[in-house]
């Protein structure tokens, strides 16, 4: 099981990597889009997953593994400490609360809609 886990979060992070190389040289903003997107879509895919019913070791590549390599809540706490340290603070707490709130939110619907499968 254990490699199930590593090897998930493994591909996850390389997923992570690519698309935040991918928003960076398309955008340029205030914002941290990429950790912002990637967090959103993987409360989404994190809550349809566990909405599902599907035996444990499909939990541990995909939602422990894959979804744990690709979502990232240390960088998301590192760039709302960065925006406050830079003077950000509007844009830091709006960026807290957003990702926190849609991210619950996200998860919410992801996991209603996979239950209904």
């Not at 590549?61 to 760039?79: A, C, K, M, V, Y």
């Amino acid at each position: 099981m254990i490699y199930l886990v590593g090897i998930g979060a493994a591909l996850g992070s390389l997923f992570r990597y690519e698309f935040t190389v991918a928003i960076k040289k398309r955008f340029i903003y205030n914002w941290p889009l990429a950790t912002f997107i990637i967090n959103l879509v993987g409360s989404f895919l994190l809550g349809l997953l566990f909405g599902v019913d599907l035996p444990a070791n499909y939990y541990l590549f995909l939602g422990t593994g894959i979804l744990g390599g690709f979502t990232t809540f240390s960088t998301l706490n590192t760039e709302i400490i960065g925006l406050f340290n830079n003077k950000k603070i509007r844009i830091g707490i709006i960026y807290m609360f957003l990702s926190y709130l849609s991210g619950f939110f996200l998860l919410a619907i992801g996991y209603f809609l996979g239950h209904m499968m």
